[in-house]
């Protein structure tokens, strides 16, 4: 048994035939208990919806009568007495239990979704066969009942997706000139999709018709305007630039990674229904990809990612939740926050979701929000958080698991500045991370290692190691597509430059001897040019906690170990302001202010410069003759007395950390 409402609402028999169901009303009922999708549709509300409004008296009875024709019709071989399979009898009403296949409709549905997931020759052969289902308008003869209005609309809407989506798969296989006749009709009839103006004029393009193609998206523009008083959409008014500019990917052939990326994202749109949790996840997993790519990518990756916490913790599912957070194990290597308020709450939403989880709730998804802890608590002195990396750590080892073992040891990497002196600590863990990335082919996180490496070694002033790495790091980011690794071996060779008087040798043979012979005496004009063009690559990185303030500071540090006065006038120190202010007040003459500066100063954030921000302190102490602020200042950097001050951010340098100590003595 088939029924058919793509059209007038028809029941056929196994044969094929046309089943007689009597009149106006009983094809009502039928109609009425289809939309209903096999659901029980009560008495009362049939009555209601086929008289529209108040039924007559009289009018159950007369439904009962429609409903017995209607059995009678459908299931003519039923014996006597037996209960109906088909149109059934429950509770207050009654319900249509076709098959999920039985309907028209249903099966239009089902084929429109399923062309979304294959590829563009069996996509166009499904849609093909599935518009050819449609006889007519839905349920034809019921267009003005209220019942059934908003499924007419929605079934018309998604054959009017269905037309557009068999276009795409025509345009996808090269077919544009047989595309052209069927969108012409498809936009004559339907002048407001956009989408439908989009695709006639790519078909008419590919089809070797620009011209057309420009005046098709002309007349869209103009009836919209005329008739809506709005502004083609921003995919018309590209697609239009894109024709006059003879874009690369407006060809089929070339562009392909683009018309995979857009086939790809418009399938996963169709069919994934929207308000799906699945769509949370998968959002997260596409800001992880987003947040490495460069550009304003890293800022609007976090900025969704948060949104997307927000959506979960509202689902009220915990576990979903701890997913949310725990797959954007993006890779970090500066240790402030570009966002503490920001940081601070996913730190909270973490916590939230490993207090609701339930005891069975997978082990890897609480290392997750532990190392999620750890690291959106970088710089901070929240105790928890040392705790949370080896937790997390310890979890990761014990499960074996090598993605979340990196992700792991990134958040332990960020706890690791409890005190100075750990680069040693930090280079052991780098070298973990190449390792285990390269076993595995973790390429972000050997990008990791090699950076976290690369800093361990400039606060030993090993440059000859710390060329290696970012030479390796860079590799990984060209094969990989990483941008942002650019802005720290950018960086890297500023500092290079100010603490050797060279930048990384082209020769790998060249030696850290030719360092030592080149000296440390390049002319500040050219380390500071080299801090400048460093700098330059911030813009837009969107790593607003290392862009701001960094600039004046490397430049502060590279004339302070020169024995130059620092620049005194305006300048935005950014977070670094406590630290740099009293050594600025002094080079100022305002010795009563810098005392001031100085007794409060307070402890610097636990991060990659923190050494430098005691040097500073120290040098400002000495010059002052304020013994408590020395002894502080020591106490801070004896741990670091083999290294060099601030060089460990792979950034900048304030020299020796000994030269420093020797004064507060």
Known sequence: MRFGVLGPVTAWD?????????????????????????????????????????????????????????????????????????????????????????????????????????????????????????????????????????????????????????????????????????????????????????????????????????????????????????????????????????????????????????????????????????????????????????????????????AAIAAAEELGEAELTARVIGSYDVPAIWTRSDDPGQAARIVAAAERALAALPPDAPDAVRARLLATIALESRGTHAARAGAAARQAEEIARRLDDPALLAFALNGVFMQSFSHAGLAGHRDRIGAELVALSARHGLASFEVLGHLIRLQARCAFADFTEADRHAAAAERLAERHERPLVSVFTGWYRALRLDATGRTPPDEPHETEAADQAAGAATAIEDVEAAYRQAAARLAGAGMPGLERGLLPLALLCAR??????????????GPYEPWVRPLVLLADGRRDEAASALAGVPEPPRDLLMEAMWCLVARAAVASGDREAMRRARARLTPAAAELAGAGSGLLTLGPVSEHLAGTA
Request: hydrophobic share 45%; proline share 7%.
């Open 560 to 573: 302070v170990r020169r024995g130059l006065p620092p620049e005194t006038g305006e300048v935005d120190w």
């Open 14 to 306: 196994e044969a094929g035939g046309v089943i007689d169901v009597k009149g106006p009303r009983h094809r009502a009922v039928l109609a009425r208990l289809i939309v209903a999708r096999r659901r029980v549709v009560p008495v009362t509300r049939l009555a209601a919806d086929l008289w529209e409004g108040e039924p007559p008296p009289g009018a159950v009875g007369a439904l009962r009568t429609f409903v017995a024709a209607l059995r009678r019709a459908l299931e003519p071989d039923r014996p006597p007495r037996a209960a109906p399979r088909l149109l059934v009898t429950e509770g207050p009403g009654y319900a249509l239990r076709a098959a999920p296949d039985a309907v028209d409709a249903w099966r239009f549905e089902q084929a429109v979704a399923a062309a979304a997931a294959l590829p563009p020759r069996q996509a166009l052969e499904r849609l093909e066969e599935a518009l050819g289902w449609w006889r007519g308008p839905a349920y034809a003869e019921f267009a003005g009942q209220d019942w059934v209005r908003a499924e007419r609309s929605r079934l018309a809407e998604l054959r009017l997706h269905a037309i557009e989506r068999r276009a795409e798969a025509r345009l996808a296989l090269g077919l544009a000139g047989e595309a052209v006749p069927d969108l012409d009709a498809h936009v004559a009839e339907h002048p407001w999709r956009e989408d439908g103006w989009r695709l006639l004029a790519l078909a008419l393009y590919r089809a070797g018709r620009q011209g057309d193609a420009l005046a098709v998206l002309r007349r869209a523009r103009g009836l919209l305007a005329e008739h809506l008083g709005v502004d083609p959409g921003p995919r018309l008014r590209r697609l239009e630039s894109d024709i006059l500019h003879h874009a690369p990917h407006l060809d089929p052939v070339s562009g392909t990674a683009d018309s995979v990326w857009a086939q790809a994202a418009a399938a996963y749109d169709r069919s994934v229904p929207a308000g799906a949790r699945a769509r949370l996840e998968s959002t997260v997993t596409l800001m992880r990809d987003l947040a490495v790519t460069g550009g304003a990518g890293l800022e609007a990756a976090r900025r969704h990612w948060v």
